[in-house]
């Protein structure tokens, strides 16, 4: 029966998603460059659902500065600037649970699809919302 | 005479280095296919040896260094060995003689023995138990390895061919068209023990208990690093290579060139892909295929499946060919 | 057994290929026999309870969700129910489906990966690539449902965060069908492969007197042919209307035999019982409110004013967890909180299960009661930077002392 399925899977295509190529490119950073030329092409990661926790998107305009977020945030991600009375979060801790998004009275907190979040340094813009 | 016979050899030695790696490297690649994964490329066996060459080589503190250092080597040496003695399709092997199929089959035990003296060497408790358990693994599948080696050599001596237990005069004898029905169920029983065999001698799944990485985590292997464990690794290709060509040899020494009435070095071309092609399906059946299909088994189980019925089954293939020679002469 | 000189010591762990966790065996073996096992815990303890004490109960609920990667429902779900106890809060029958429908495919995936790892361990990766392929469909459906493949952060004081829409339903009924039509497969290539056969068969007994007397919990209790399931014996949320049944090897027409090959028929077995337990809370689901406190800080408020002490307990994928916890008014977080892990009281099963055993069979015992370290890992006791040891009195002396401080 086993001999079956290894037939099968034999002449059929791996189920493994080859994200984001099929063999780790030497270097990540400059394979990604390469995409960003044209010159290689990425293959993209596996689709999330409807509802996905990602990384949050936060507006500015619309937060009171009630601060209800931070208190209820489990990892500590999230800064008050008392200066603008409005926060800064530090995506690199987020543990993705979207309590904050829950509690905020003006829904100025929302979490978006995007998950590729590595970056060398935990201060990086990239993982700093404000 | 002897400066081409180097030469030979260092070509024999070589290109068998590379054609293990291939198939190490196919193998790997075929395995994943089987399992749904994409695998390693194709080129994978050759990084790692590469990357192993430039690593460094760690020595317990409670090794004996010399024996573990000679270990790999002797492993590497003897398999190297075994080549020049086996022949690559159309090319006549390097070295011949009288009883060289004797020497092939101590030449290939003594990678093996290398290992289990490396493994005793480390002086390391996984390194012991892996030592003891191949030490075990070899006592068991020596025997019928033995038999079917005798049953081909007798019937092809009973042909009136010699000298005995010549490679070359058994491989350019193939056996399954000069006996009778009798003889071809025996022979059919040989190689069917000599694949199961096959996997054992190169410790590949459900045999590679003396290495089972989840138990003792690489055994006789464990202390090993860098150089050591790239001649190691090096040997085991070539192992596999020539445990192929052993089949090869054995059982299905056909050529294509006598087919097609090819001649000069287009035959010798077509034969030596053909005998590639032929390792590789071997290699392919035997161990690529079967190490995804099953279990590790354990020491004992092993050893009494080998004592029992793989014994009992290459007896019964050697009774067999008796008795198609005193059917028909 | 008597010692001879051919007996050795081999250590396995804290670091082992086949330990998927950190945790430390010694063996004393002869040859490949074993004559005894000594198991050391305490080597991934995080101190997650302490830290707990120091955070207010929603910070609480996602540290505990943490406290497992694979029973990241079980043990909030477990902490909501001690925490609703304490605080008397009401859950709404809706709220109560959808966390059951949630912790049955979380057992449905944990299931699928224990079978992998079991099949790793015996040197067979096509089993575990196989297992872990099909297990992507309800891993799918974890995401789809809950936002997340992992960490599910479903439950909440009083009910659940997200519903299940009309829309999902027909997805999670496909994921269903999937797996009822490659339930077959499965087992045939699990219970009926020879080499998986030769490897399991009679290795890692465990007998009913011992599993009953050493406190086993789940299917490790189960494959011994106890019928223990906190589902059964106390059922909560819904489980009462479910008539969930704990199943042993009987069920699947074999006699007990305790072994690990009864593991790997119990939870298949228990797979087909989630399937069929999803598919029932799916169609019994009624309409309504998803949480009785639709505003987090009015949520807040009440589990400040809250006093008193709760038990929750559940039957996780590897067996009971218990929480206990304690609130006092005026106080943020619990003021006692307290978890027990499974693999706690799978423990000491792992003795007579290794006894006269292979040193070939070490890892897939290890696996047969599905360890998870760091969830059972409760206490390691640090003093002058080395580790200490207590004996058995010691730590009932202390334990003594403490429940007498608690109850002032
Ligand atoms: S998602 Fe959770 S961890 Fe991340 S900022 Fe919001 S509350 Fe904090
Ligand atoms: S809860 Fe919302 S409004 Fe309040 S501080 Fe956070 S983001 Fe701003």
């Known amino acids: 029966m086993i001999l079956k399925v290894l037939m099968a899977q034999l002449f059929s295509r791996p189920v493994t998603n080859r994200f984001p190529a099929k063999y780790m490119p030497r270097s990540v950073t400059g394979f990604l460059a390469k995409v960003g030329q044209g010159k290689a092409k990425l293959v993209p990661p596996v689709p999330v659902p409807k509802g996905f926790r990602g990384k949050l998107a936060y507006d500015r305009e619309t937060c009171i500065g009630c601060q209800l977020c931070i208190r209820v945030c489990p990892a500590s991600v999230i800064m008050f600037k008392p200066e603008t009375k409005k926060i800064r979060i530090h995506v690199a801790r987020c543990t993705f649970c979207g309590q904050c998004v829950d509690v905020c009275p003006v829904d100025a907190l929302a979490m978006t699809e995007e998950f590729l979040l590595a970056a060398y340094d935990r201060f990086d813009p990239s993982l700093i919302v404000e | 005479m002897i400066v081409q016979m180097i030469w030979q050899s260092a070509a024999v030695v070589l290109g068998g280095l590379l054609l293990g790696l291939v198939y190490k490297g196919l193998d790997r690649k075929l395995a994943a296919r089987m399992q749904g994964r994409i695998g390693p490329p194709l080129r994978q066996p050759f990084l790692d040896v590469r990357k192993l060459m430039v690593k460094e080589n760690v020595v317990p503190r409670d090794a004996v260094p010399w024996l573990f250092h000679a270990a790999p080597i002797l492993a590497l040496v003897a398999a190297a060995t075994v080549l020049l003695y086996l022949p690559l399709g159309g090319l006549a092997p390097v070295l011949t003689g009288r009883g060289d199929l004797i020497l092939v089959l101590y030449l290939l035990a003594v990678p093996a023995v290398a290992m289990a003296l490396g493994g005793f060497a480390a002086g390391t408790p996984f390194s012991a138990v892996g030592a003891q358990r191949e030490i075990v693994m070899m006592m068991s599948y020596e025997f019928p390895l033995a038999v079917v080696v005798v049953g081909i050599v007798w019937r092809t001596a009973t042909l009136g061919h010699s000298p005995a237990f010549s490679l070359a005069v058994v491989s350019g004898t193939p056996l399954w068209s000069l006996v009778g029905p009798l003889g071809v169920l025996g022979l059919a029983l040989l190689l069917l023990c000599l694949l199961v065999v096959t996997p054992a001698e190169l410790s590949k799944i459900p045999f590679d208990i003396p290495e089972a990485e989840t138990e003792i985590a690489g055994g006789l292997l464990v202390e090993y690093s860098g150089v050591n464990l790239a001649l190691f690794y090096l040997a085991d290709a070539l192992k596999t290579v020539a445990m192929g060509a052993l089949v090869v040899a054995l059982f299905i020494p056909y050529g294509l060139a006598g087919v097609f009435g090819l001649e000069g070095l287009v035959a010798g071309i077509v034969d030596v892909a053909f005998f590639l092609v032929k390792v590789f399906a071997v290699v392919f059946a035997s161990v690529t295929v079967v190490r995804v299909a099953m279990a590790r088994l354990k020491v004992d189980q092993v050893a009494r499946g080998f004592w029992i019925p793989i014994t009992t089954a290459a007896l019964a293939g050697l009774v067999l060919l008796i008795l198609d020679k005193a059917v028909v002469g | ?340 892990a499974p693999t706690y009281s799978n423990l000491m099963p792992w003795v007579p299960m290794f006894e006269d055993q292979e040193i070939a069979d070490i890892p897939i015992i290890a696996a047969s009661i599905d360890p998870c370290m760091c969830c059972m890992d409760r206490v390691h006791v640090v003093r002058s930077g080395r580790p200490e040891e207590w004996t058995k009195q010691e730590l009932l002396r202390r334990s003594w002392e403490k429940t007498r401080r608690l109850c002032g």
């Open chain 3, 1 to 340: 057994m008597e010692e001879t000189r051919t007996t050795f010591e081999i250590p396995v762990g804290p670091v082992h290929p086949a330990l998927k966790e950190n945790i430390r065996f010694t063996f004393r073996v002869e040859g490949e026999r074993i004559l005894g096992v000594d198991v050391k815990p305490g080597f991934v303890h995080r101190g997650i309870e302490y830290m707990g004490m120091r955070r207010n109960l929603i910070q609480v609920l996602y540290l505990s969700e943490r406290i497992c990667g694979i029973c990241s429902i079980s043990h909030p779900i477990v902490l909501v129910q001690a925490v609703e106890q304490a605080a008397g809060i009401e859950v709404p029958p809706r709220a109560q489906y959808i966390r059951v429908i949630v912790s049955e495919l979380e057992r449905l995936h944990s299931h699928l990966l224990w079978a992998g790892v079991a099949a790793h361990e015996l040197g067979f990766d096509t089993l575990l690539h196989l297992s872990w392929k099909v297990r992507e469909a309800v891993m799918d459906i974890l995401e789809e449902l809950t936002g997340n493949r992992v960490d599910y952060a479903i439950p909440i004081y009083g009910g659940v965060r997200r519903d299940i829409s009309p829309e999902q339903m027909p997805k999670v009924s496909e994921m269903i069908r999937y797996y009822r039509g490659l339930f077959e497969e499965l087992s045939d290539t699990f219970l009926r492969d020879p080499s998986v056969e030769a490897r399991t068969r009679n290795v890692g007994v465990l007998e009913p007197e011992e599993a009953h007397e050493l406190l086993a919990v789940g299917p490790t209790a189960r494959a011994s042919g106890l019928r223990k399931d906190v589902r059964q014996d106390w059922p909560y949320l819904v489980y009462g209307d479910m008539d969930v049944r704990a199943l042993t090897p009987e069920d699947h027409g074999l006699e007990v035999r305790g072994d690990v090959f009864d593991k790997i028929v119990v939870r298949l077995l228990e797979v087909a019982q989630s399937l069929d337990l999803i598919e029932r809370c799916m169609e019994e689901m009624p309409d309504g409110e998803i949480t009785s406190f639709p505003k987090l800080p009015a949520l807040l408020a009440h589990l400040k004013k809250a006093e008193g002490e709760g038990i929750g307990r559940h039957e996780a994928p590897r067996g009971e967890v218990i929480h206990y916890v304690r609130l006092e008014a005026g106080q943020e977080g619990p003021s006692v909180w307290k978890v027990k």
